[in-house]
């Protein structure tokens, strides 16, 4: 099965079926989607920007620009168009966020305004979309991971503009726990310093209770939980701990455990035979119509679709049909058209190769 980390495409539309639409954005600037990975997944390329998250186990990710390990607290950004493959080193638990790669460049343009200040190579104008690898380090990626957390539900309900909305500020939230990691250390001072801060920064500790809860339902997410089964297995009330979950987890305990059992469902839809059925028991869904249903919220098809389609392989032909001639495997063009294909990429369709 060839997919990373597979996320509803972010592309212009003209609504005709015609193709792109210039400035008219027709999906959310950024989505959000959580992966746990045992299988090597072979070069795939997108239409949209990502920055992959590893937040427990390795992996190894090659790009154009070389091997790539990826340890917990390392992220990797790569620009549209550019194609990579992964093998996780046994398993990998990441996370995965898909922009909208002019929306990430305005976006870090404003919050990095002064190049000086930046760890080189880190500002959008100095980023030629190629990957590039961070260390933001554990704690910083546990403080965020609550934030992807509701950026990946945000669509769910909300009007778009009210989703849209609350993604730049979901996302804004998490780019100011990670500024550290993209400011240089000895960055020029400003004439005035305004910091951006207008809250507490630090979240409190996980409380024990929470902690205990999300091992127990990640490591028995089969058994049928309630909160008050939860609740006692922790020893606190299913007041306090509904509170504090919600509050240190980003969501309440019952849609963490969809989110966990939809996870390992997806896992084993992509990197095992398993009939759908049987995939749904194990993960604690009786009824497989339940696991297809959330399944289908997440990734818009159903769990036999997304087995019976699998994402288009990057095989470095020419011309290749894939990315359009817009990947890091292209020839190097004229100054003109490699502008031109650069400010493209994210409105790559990609489709299988003939």
Same mark, same amino acid.
């Given at each position: 099965?060839? &997919? $990373?980390?597979? @996320?509803?495409?972010? =592309?212009?539309?003209? #609504?005709?079926?015609?193709?792109?639409?210039? !400035?008219?954005?027709?999906?959310?600037?950024?989505?959000?989607?959580?992966?746990?990975?045992?299988?090597?997944?072979?070069?795939?390329?997108?239409?949209?920007?990502?920055?992959?998250?590893?937040?427990?186990?390795?992996?190894?990710?090659?790009?154009?620009?070389?091997?790539?390990?990826?340890?917990?607290?390392?992220?990797?950004?790569?620009?549209?168009?550019?194609?990579?493959?992964?093998?996780?080193?046994?398993?990998?638990?990441?996370?995965?966020?898909?922009?909208?790669?002019?929306?990430?460049?305005?976006?870090? &343009? $404003?919050?990095? @305004?002064?190049?000086? =200040?930046?760890?080189? #190579?880190?500002?959008?104008?100095?980023?030629? !979309?190629?990957?590039?690898?961070?260390?933001?380090?554990?704690?910083?990626?546990?403080?965020?991971?609550?934030?992807?957390?509701?950026?990946?539900?945000?669509?769910?309900?909300?009007?778009?503009?009210?989703?849209?909305?609350?993604?730049?500020?979901?996302f804004s939230r998490a780019v100011e726990i990670a500024l550290p990691t993209l400011l240089a250390e000895d960055g020029a001072v400003p004439d005035r310093l305004v910091l951006p801060v207008r809250g507490r920064l630090a979240q409190p500790p996980i409380a024990r209770a929470?902690?205990?809860?999300?091992?127990?339902?990640?490591?028995?997410?089969?058994?049928?939980?309630?909160?008050?089964?939860?609740?006692?297995?922790?020893?606190?009330?299913?007041?306090?701990?509904?509170?504090?979950f919600t509050q240190q987890v980003g969501v309440a305990p019952t849609r963490f455990l969809i989110e966990t059992r939809l996870t390992e469902f997806t896992r084993l839809v992509e990197e095992t035979d398993l009939p759908i059925a049987d995939a749904s028991r194990q993960v604690?869904?009786?009824?497989?119509?339940?696991?297809?249903?959330?399944?289908?919220?997440?990734?818009?098809?159903?769990?036999?679709?997304?087995?019976?389609?699998?994402?288009?392989?990057?095989?470095?032909?020419?011309?290749?049909?894939?990315?359009?001639?817009?990947?890091?495997?292209?020839?190097?063009?004229?100054?003109?058209?490699?502008?031109?294909?650069?400010?493209?990429?994210?409105?790559?369709?990609?489709?299988?190769?003939?």
């Amino acid at each position: 099965m060839i &997919r $990373w980390d597979a @996320a509803a495409p972010l =592309r212009d539309i003209d #609504g005709t079926g015609g193709g792109p639409a210039i !400035g008219r954005p027709a999906g959310p600037p950024l989505s959000a989607v959580e992966s746990v990975r045992t299988e090597r997944i072979h070069r795939a390329v997108f239409g949209h920007a990502k920055i992959v998250h590893v937040l427990e186990g390795a992996a190894h990710i090659e790009t154009a620009t070389g091997i790539h390990e990826l340890t917990p607290g390392s992220a990797m950004t790569l620009g549209a168009g550019m194609w990579c493959s992964v093998r996780p080193a046994p398993t990998v638990r990441l996370w995965t966020l898909f922009f909208d790669e002019s929306f990430l460049r305005s976006h870090m &343009r $404003w919050v990095l @305004a002064d190049i000086t =200040r930046v760890r080189p #190579g880190l500002h959008p104008d100095a980023w030629d !979309g190629s990957a590039l690898v961070l260390q933001p380090g554990v704690d910083i990626l546990h403080r965020i991971e609550p934030l992807w957390r509701q950026i990946s539900l945000v669509n769910e309900t909300a009007p778009p503009e009210v989703a849209t909305t609350r993604l730049i500020s979901l996302f804004s939230r998490a780019v100011e726990i990670a500024l550290p990691t993209l400011l240089a250390e000895d960055g020029a001072v400003p004439d005035r310093l305004v910091l951006p801060v207008r809250g507490r920064l630090a979240q409190p500790p996980i409380a024990r209770a929470v902690r205990r809860s999300v091992e127990l339902l990640r490591s028995r997410m089969a058994e049928p939980w309630t909160v008050d089964r939860l609740a006692a297995e922790v020893a606190v009330s299913r007041a306090h701990l509904t509170r504090v979950f919600t509050q240190q987890v980003g969501v309440a305990p019952t849609r963490f455990l969809i989110e966990t059992r939809l996870t390992e469902f997806t896992r084993l839809v992509e990197e095992t035979d398993l009939p759908i059925a049987d995939a749904s028991r194990q993960v604690g869904w009786k009824d497989a119509r339940v696991a297809a249903g959330w399944f289908r919220k997440r990734f818009g098809i159903t769990p036999r679709q997304y087995r019976r389609h699998p994402h288009p392989s990057c095989t470095g032909a020419m011309p290749c049909e894939s990315c359009r001639g817009v990947c890091a495997l292209t020839p190097v063009l004229e100054p003109a058209t490699r502008a031109v294909s650069r400010d493209s990429r994210r409105d790559a369709h990609i489709r299988p190769l003939s």
